[in-house]
Antibody
Framework: QLQLQESGPGLVKPSETLSLTCTVS??????????WAWIRQPPGKGPEWIAT???????YYNPSLKSRVTISVDTSKNQFSLRLTSVTAADTAVYYC????????????WGQGTLVTVSS | EIVMTQSPATLSVSPGERATLSCRAS??????LAWYQQKPGQAPRLLIY???TRATGIPPRFSGSGSGTEFTLTISSLQSEDFAVYYC????????FGQGTKLEIK
């Protein structure tokens, strides 16, 4: 059974860097069949795609966030990570990691999500 | 950026009745449209992709239709567990979601 679990600080100060890790269990992150992604959802709003990565290291970013975002993968730990720099209150959201099959690039499995609040 | 607009924002329907939710894209996305269901405190769950293909384990009372810029999610006979927020999402150019339709009990 595939499971994705987000981890990282729940509180980040303005102007600092948000760092999250997604640990994948029940499947190999090195599978050629899938991409892996970060999505966030501000309170009361719709989800917003942040970034996607392939096990080979190929990365894809939301143009509106690209200048502040880095996604990376650690195949030895079956994990992938997100860094978001220079955060503001507008970055307060529930952050999800998710899987995308290559054949149909939709988000078919999601982690439970982790709330990150940006506040001093 | 392709903007997804969902209507109505809130839909009140009685159990056992049919619910019809709409989604409009700001430009054509072909059939690259997915629907998700989200319950409070949970992650979204994939219901439909390719505009009309049900995801694994999704019951047949959920159906999707449309192409281009106009899409519909229909729930044929509402069960208690169907009351939730529904999001459409395009994956033609990157990924963008609508703002959601809250389906509530009438």
């Amino acid at each position: 059974q595939l499971q994705l679990q987000e981890s990282g600080p729940g509180l980040v100060k303005p102007s600092e860097t948000l760092s999250l890790t997604c640990t994948v269990s029940g499947d190999s992150i090195s599978s050629s069949n899938y991409y892996w992604a970060w999505i966030r959802q501000p309170p009361g709003k719709g989800p917003e795609w942040i970034a996607t990565i392939y096990y080979s290291g190929s990365t894809y970013y939301n143009p509106s966030l690209k200048s502040r975002v880095t996604i990376s993968v650690d195949t030895s730990k079956n994990q992938f990570s997100l860094r978001l720099t220079s955060v503001t209150a507008a970055d307060t959201a529930v952050y999800y990691c998710a899987r995308l099959p290559r054949v149909v690039v939709v988000f078919d499995y999601w982690g439970q999500g982790t709330l990150v609040t940006v506040s001093s | 950026e392709i903007v997804m607009t969902q209507s109505p924002a809130t839909l009140s329907v009685s159990p056992g009745e049919r619910a019809t939710l709409s989604c409009r894209a700001s430009q054509s996305v072909g059939s690259n449209l997915a629907w998700y269901q989200q319950k409070p405190g949970q992650a979204p769950r994939l219901l439909i992709y390719g505009a009309f293909t049900r995801a694994t384990g999704i019951p047949p009372r959920f159906s999707g239709s449309g192409s281009g810029t106009e899409f519909t999610l229909t729930i044929s006979s509402l069960q208690s567990e169907d009351f939730a927020v529904y999001y459409c999402q395009q994956y033609y150019i990157w990924y963008t979601f609508g703002q959601g339709t809250k389906l509530e009990i009438k």
